[in-house]
């Protein structure tokens, strides 16, 4: 069974202060690791795509890295506007096909100005 | 585009009663989902469909029904409501199952009583 584990649970920092949010993953033949946003009253915007260890990916003050085992995104210098819960997601492969996304319960991120 | 869209936003129901969440998207995509969110457990899979007339279980499909008469609409139906469903909803989309981006819709949040 796929599964998917986020730490923290929630997240404090002040303006400007890096950190990262961890993803731990079990599962068996992995197609791809994502990483969603999710705003207050909203659905989950999709952030980016990891396909194998090794593999990072950057979009603005965000930077997702991939382990056999982990992944982290980093938030470099956050700005309050990054407060969101983001979600992680793995998808495997299973019999060449492509199964469900498996979703972990995400880290409440709170940037204080 | 609109992208996806549900409704309504917001709906209270009586234990043991029916009713149906509406799902659109106007992107031509062919694999459709629905989830629901509940605090601390992740996005769950309810059901999915692959295209037009095809659908099939996800994680926890018990006591919800769905159909795809079209590519673009999906709705959920909730035939006899119960405390247990109370919950956030959402639809996504995507041009196929293997599709790395899925696209959200707003969501809808059901309190049943």
């Known amino acids: 069974e796929d599964q998917v584990t986020q730490s923290p649970e929630a997240l404090r920092l002040q303006e400007g202060e890096s950190s990262s949010l961890n993803c731990s993953y079990t599962?068996?033949?992995?197609?791809?690791l994502f990483w969603y946003r999710q705003d207050p009253g909203k659905g989950p915007e999709f952030l980016f795509t990891l396909y194998s260890a090794g593999e990072e990916k950057e979009k603005e003050r965000l930077k997702a890295t991939l382990t056999k085992k982990e992944s982290f995104l980093h938030i470099t210098a956050p700005k309050p506007e990054d407060s969101a819960t983001y979600l992680c997601a793995v998808q495997a492969m299973s019999g060449g096909s492509a199964r469900q996304l498996t979703f972990g319960s995400g880290t409440q991120l709170t940037v204080l100005p | 585009n609109a992208g996806v869209t549900q409704t309504p936003k917001f709906q209270v129901l009586k234990t043991g009663q029916s009713m149906t969440l509406q799902c659109a998207q106007d992107m031509n995509h062919e694999y459709m989902s629905w989830y629901r969110q509940d605090p601390g457990m992740g996005l769950r899979l309810i059901h999915y469909s692959v295209g037009a007339g095809i659908t099939d279980q996800g994680e926890v499909p018990n006591g919800y029904n769905v159909s795809r008469s079209t590519t673009e609409d999906f709705p959920l139906r909730l035939l006899s409501a119960a405390p247990s469903q109370t919950s956030v909803y959402f639809c996504?989309?995507?041009?196929?199952?293997?599709?790395?981006?899925?696209?959200f819709g707003p969501g809808t949040r059901l309190t049943v009583t």
């Open positions: 599962v068996s033949g992995l197609r791809g």
């Open positions: 996504a989309s995507s041009y196929s199952r293997s599709s790395y981006e899925q696209y």
